[in-house]
């Protein structure tokens, strides 16, 4: 698929971090954007910046993606591309454990874990299905696409660390649903794909020590440094221009494998 003004596209999650880059990366190309996320001020900011449209959306609400793709719809057009980059984290608990101070066993907060799926996991397919449901009123382009997704799962989907449990669980979701995804919508000309991102420098990180930053960059083989938001966006880009890029799970990660803590 050819990036250019003709096609539109949705990213999720996309004020800030690796959403924000990817909204620049498909602008930079002539790509109209609608970005969708929960901090206005952002993105607003980035719309305005790129020339693209700002739509508050919750992934986790039903209500709120079909707005936010009817509002981009309106002023885009149906979308050709779709970009899921929103996600949340979650404090770290174990499945089981024993409480320091009672010494009882605990059991894991169900209700976080339920959070992290509906956001990550469910949110991902919500806007996944919406979109390709949309992409399927579209001609097939000369180039044989009809569509491209792209989302985000993590290392940690492969890589789980102790305490990770519903994180791995949501990541680990999404590659599970990439391949299929991509088998169901072969036939109508959509293609789908999934980047694993590693320890990228993004707002997450921006607020922890220098020390604790310089101590999870010297964790990567090489380069010995934090991932760039804009190499996310590069891989992305080409998941979505190349046309036999298709079903695939993808580590960007400088070769790091995660210890178990």
Same mark, same amino acid.
């Given at each position: *698929?050819?990036?250019?003004?003709?096609?539109?596209?949705?990213?999720?999650?996309?004020?800030?971090? &690796?959403?924000?880059?990817?909204?620049?990366?498909?602008?930079?190309?002539?790509?109209?954007?609608?970005?969708? #996320? @929960?901090?206005?001020?952002?993105?607003?900011?980035?719309?305005?910046?790129?020339?693209?449209?700002?739509?508050?959306?919750?992934?986790?609400?039903?209500?709120?993606?079909?707005?936010?793709?009817?509002?981009?719809?309106?002023?885009?057009?149906?979308?050709?591309?779709?970009?899921?980059?929103? %996600?949340?984290?979650?404090?770290?608990?174990?499945?089981?454990?024993?409480?320091?101070?009672?010494?009882?066993?605990?059991?894991?907060? &169900?209700?976080?874990?339920?959070?992290?799926?509906?956001?990550? @996991?469910?949110?991902?397919?919500?806007?996944?299905?919406?979109?390709?449901? %949309?992409?399927?009123?579209?001609?097939?382009?000369?180039?044989? #696409?009809?569509?491209?997704?792209?989302?985000?799962?993590?290392?940690?989907?492969? #890589?789980?660390?102790?305490?990770?449990?519903?994180?791995?669980?949501?990541?680990?979701?999404?590659? %599970?649903?990439?391949?299929?995804?991509?088998? /169901?919508?072969?036939? #109508?000309?959509?293609?789908?794909?999934?980047?694993?991102?590693?320890?990228? /420098?993004?707002? &997450? @990180?921006?607020?922890?020590?220098?020390?604790?930053?310089?101590?999870?960059?010297? *964790?990567?083989?090489?380069?010995?440094? @934090?991932?760039?938001?804009?190499?996310?966006?590069? &891989?992305?880009?080409? *998941?979505?221009?190349c046309g036999y890029f298709n079903g695939e799970d993808v580590r960007l990660d400088g070769a790091i494998r995660m210890?178990?803590?």
């Amino acid at each position: *698929m050819n990036l250019d003004s003709s096609i539109s596209a949705v990213v999720t999650g996309g004020a800030s971090g &690796l959403g924000a880059a990817t909204s620049r990366m498909l602008a930079s190309h002539g790509v109209k954007v609608a970005i969708f #996320d @929960l901090n206005e001020e952002l993105g607003e900011k980035l719309a305005k910046e790129i020339g693209g449209v700002f739509c508050k959306v919750n992934v986790a609400s039903t209500e709120d993606v079909e707005a936010g793709f009817a509002k981009a719809r309106a002023a885009h057009g149906q979308e050709r591309v779709l970009v899921n980059c929103a %996600g949340v984290g979650g404090g770290a608990a174990r499945t089981a454990s024993i409480d320091k101070e009672t010494k009882k066993p605990k059991e894991y907060p &169900l209700d976080n874990f339920e959070r992290i799926i509906n956001v990550n @996991l469910i949110g991902t397919f919500r806007c996944i299905t919406k979109s390709a449901a %949309g992409m399927l009123t579209l001609p097939v382009l000369p180039c044989g #696409d009809r569509g491209a997704i792209v989302n985000t799962a993590s290392v940690a989907a492969e #890589d789980g660390q102790i305490g990770q449990v519903a994180y791995t669980a949501s990541k680990a979701g999404v590659v %599970g649903i990439t391949l299929v995804v991509a088998r /169901d919508l072969s036939g #109508d000309s959509i293609r789908c794909n999934t980047i694993l991102p590693g320890i990228f /420098d993004t707002p &997450l @990180l921006a607020r922890a020590p220098e020390n604790v930053k310089a101590g999870l960059a010297a *964790m990567v083989p090489h380069p010995r440094r @934090l991932g760039r938001a804009e190499e996310y966006a590069q &891989l992305a880009h080409t *998941m979505i221009t190349c046309g036999y890029f298709n079903g695939e799970d993808v580590r960007l990660d400088g070769a790091i494998r995660m210890a178990p803590r």
